[in-house]
């Protein structure tokens, strides 16, 4: 199985009030880039048989929207798993159970994400209590929007290639730019 883990994209700043947190939007730049994590998958020919989501209001826009712009038209599975209260026990048996597909997107939260792909590579530690330190965390920086595909065909899982939005928009200026030379008219 391939396994496609997402932070959401850019959501604007965070809230005090963590009722209002868990419905706070996608802003501009967060749906930017979500249209560029979908536009490299597709160029990569990624079409997913699943997409779980956290049940926060950016992150199942986020999966929404990546989603729409993979072709993947069936309906989105939300998990407390991957909530920002989410630990490592509840994520490797939402993980166990998913053998069956071949490529699944994840759409969830820093800090979790690092320590879950972590619980994929083998570290250990605490996490098969729930319960990470900070030993436990890869040395991974998942920023807003970016994207890592693993291989989890055997354990402990591959990490494949890892994507930084900034890199998909750097990428992107520079493929739609003019590839003709600039010449004087005199």
Known sequence: MNLYILRHASAGTRRANPIIDTKRPLDK?????????????????VQFDL??????????????????????????????????????????????GLNDYENVLIVGHNPNLPVFLGSIFGARGNSHLGIASPSDKPRIRLRKGAIARVDCTRHPG?????VDPRILRGVYTKVTKSSRRKTSRK
């Not at 749906?31 to 979908?38: D, H, I, R, Y």
């Not at 591959?158 to 890892?162: E, R």
């Open 51 to 96: 997409i779980i989501s956290s049940p926060l209001k950016r992150a199942l826009q986020t999966a929404s929207l990546v989603g729409t712009e993979t072709g993947y038209d069936a309906k989105i599975l939300v998990s407390e798993a991957l909530s920002p209260g989410g630990n490592v026990a509840a994520f490797e048996k939402l993980i166990a």
């Open 29 to 45: 730049e967060g749906k930017q880039q979500c249209l560029l994590v979908g536009s490299y998958l597709n160029a990569l020919n």
């Open 158 to 162: 591959t990490l494949q290639w890892l």
